[in-house]
């Protein structure tokens, strides 16, 4: 058989024990025909073969960022972002902005604030005072809490008399008004179905472009985590996408628990799609976030007695969400941020599933985050098989915040090292657009524990550094195993998938402190190049 495509003179990192270092990559019909040396693997080539010279460059199979909230990716690129701003000052600067550019009758939207990095507490009264009577709203970095002007207030129909909805908050002043900051979904939910949507078309070309960002960026697949109340548009779309052979992206679409019944009435099940979109886990949430301080926990906030955060959705409701996933044939992906959350869902994935579930889940089960875990909690990842799925990124924002409200709890935050160690599966991840979606940011922060200035000096419990090796595999092989798509993705093997990125740094000579800046110059996505560096 002659190849498609050959990749020769190459440093080719291909994640596969069993040949971990190649030259040369043949690839035919979308999957990789043969791994070797150039002599071995040139000799496939016929007169239509396309020939890729590596140029001695690093390769790598394409990368999967197993937990992203796409469309949103997509939408959020065209507002504005407050992501990392330190100054309130500049805050206010870049929502003017927002409201000078946005057409009169559309809502102002952003998003990426964060108040620890400021002195003041966001009100409606700020966004008033720059936008007047227009609808904001502007979601927090880690989206379980809004900060919206009044008049975003008005047109939902929340004013003094609205009670708390269930497992979330609205602010109030001190006279119980309404002060502008919504936290959790049911109290972001009152003001969400009020803003217009983009229409399909705008969206589906959006997708295209962010496909297209991924690319650059060496990402060849997602998991994606967009489930909730446009979880139905964002699976329509991919589909679209799909049959307009468009979808140059490998997508496990995880469903939100809430459609269960209907998924187990439908008999659909994780795996059903082909090879570039497939149903995935059913989605739940356990607890808020750290930012927000509403993470559950085992024991109160430092410096708050009265606050172990918020619990979502509760063990025993847990359980039967499980229970009835399981019945469908259903694996969980739970968000679990807090030390207690983790704790209940090891418990009930775990412990309590293991014993009375039905056997032969088609997938493992996930825990979104683990941001936080109580050391005798780390072992029992492994023990029950349950795969961490979390985002080395997110540290490097939120190392001085994890100090502030867990203290020395924070020793087990991140614990990549030590969940390695006890035998659990690690998949990578961004929350973009909690985070950006660039995986060099988390290859940097996983092997140098370390912010983009370069903070803390020595890195932030560097005892948890992973090596280069070892956070390859959690954003190739990693993900692979969660999707149960081992027999075809996550490392450059004959038979598998051909998605393969080549660097133009080489991120295993290069000082870990530079990873962040590695640039990604060729992307093949199904044996097709979908990039190439200009
Ligand atoms: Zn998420």
Known sequence: ?????????????????RR????????SNGRFLAVG??????????????????????ALPGLTDAHVHFIQV?????????????DFAEVQRLVETAVAETPPEQWVLGWGWDENLWDVQPTAAHLDAIAGDRPVALARMDMHSWWVSSAALRVAGIDATTPDPPESKIDRDENGRPNGILREWNAIGLVQPHIPEPDAAALAAWLRETIGVAHR???????????????????RLWQSLRRQNQLKLRVHMNIAADFLDEAATLGLQPGFGDDFLWVGHAKAFADGAMGSRTASMLAPYEGEPDNVGVIVTSAEELWQIASRAADAGFSMSVHAIGDRAVREVIDVLGERQTVDAPAGLLLPHRIEHVQVAHPDDLPRLA??????????????????TADAVWGDRARYAYAFRTLLDHGTVLAFGSDAPVAPLNPMLGIHAALTRQDARGLPEGGWYPEERLTLGEIIWAYTMGPATMAGKTAVQGSITPGKWADLIVLADDLFTLPGTAVKDAKVDLTIFNGEVVFTRG
């Open 1 to 17: 058989m002659t190849a498609d495509l050959i990749l020769h003179n190459a440093k080719i990192y291909t994640v596969d024990k």
């Open 20 to 27: 971990p270092w190649a030259e040369a990559a043949a690839i």
């Open 37 to 58: 040396d150039n002599e071995a693997v040139l000799k496939l080539a016929g007169p239509e073969t396309k020939l890729v010279d590596g140029k001695g460059r690093l």
């Open 74 to 86: 997509a939408i959020r690129a065209k507002q504005v972002s407050l992501f990392g701003v330190r």
């Open 217 to 235: 960026l060496g990402l060849t697949g997602i998991h994606d985590q967009r489930v909730e109340r446009e979880g139905a548009q964002s699976f």
């Open 383 to 400: 023990q029950h098989k349950l795969i961490a799925s979390v985002q080395p990124v997110h540290l490097q924002t939120d190392w001085p």
